[in-house]
């Protein structure tokens, strides 16, 4: 039932309400950068790859950070490893959640166990999908403008090698 008063469902009258929408849109986001994740090791078998061409995208007008500039990124390497094992589980697990929903995902959910790493400016023949990778210094940094990752040494592991992690 109304009660005659033309107020939002807060009590706060909508005109108020709306002025301040419209205040906050005026004013220039803040853009939060994503929370550090230190440099980790990771090693698994590769069980995805995805080719990643170079990527550009325009300044948003009134956005601060990263996504208030042109951004770009390399070329890139999508690998989602299967029986990751790795020196900082939490590290991991930040970077794949990180990750997931970036130019860089794969479009397909993680398993328990898994890793996605999107590495910049590798050739998609240095990976081998069914083998063994390790990748040590993987970092991931960004904002809402953007996830950017880069990493120390890439070594695929020799075939005779059994699937899952190196010693």
């Known amino acids: 039932m109304s009660s005659g008063t033309d107020r939002a469902e807060?009590?706060?009258?909508?005109?108020?309400?709306?002025?301040?929408?419209?205040?906050?849109?005026?004013?220039?986001?803040?853009?939060?950068?994503?929370?550090?994740?230190?440099?980790?090791?990771?090693?698994?078998?590769?069980?995805a790859l995805s080719w990643l061409p170079a990527h550009s995208e325009?300044?948003?007008?009134?956005?601060?950070?990263?996504?208030?500039?042109?951004?770009?990124?390399?070329e890139r390497l999508a690998v989602v490893l299967d029986r990751a094992c790795t020196d900082d589980p939490e590290a991991l697990a930040l970077s794949n959640m990180f990750q997931s929903g970036t130019a860089g995902s794969t479009g397909r959910d993680l398993a328990e166990g898994q890793a996605l790493l999107v590495l910049p400016e590798v050739?998609?023949?240095?990976?081998?999908?069914?083998?063994?990778?390790?990748?040590?210094g993987f970092k991931v940094s960004g904002d809402e403008g953007g996830t950017w990752t880069r990493f120390g040494a890439l070594v695929q592991l020799p075939q005779a090698c059994a699937p899952g992690c190196a010693p």
């Not at 706060?12 to 980790?40: K, N, Q, S």
């Open 10 to 47: 807060t009590g706060v009258p909508r005109a108020i309400a709306a002025a301040a929408l419209l205040l906050g849109a005026a004013v220039p986001a803040v853009a939060a950068p994503l929370p550090p994740v230190p440099p980790f090791d990771v090693c698994g078998t590769v069980v």
């Open 58 to 74: 325009p300044a948003i007008k009134g956005m601060s950070g990263s996504a208030g500039v042109d951004r770009s990124w390399p």
């Open 123 to 136: 050739d998609i023949g240095a990976v081998t999908l069914g083998r063994g990778i390790c990748v040590s």
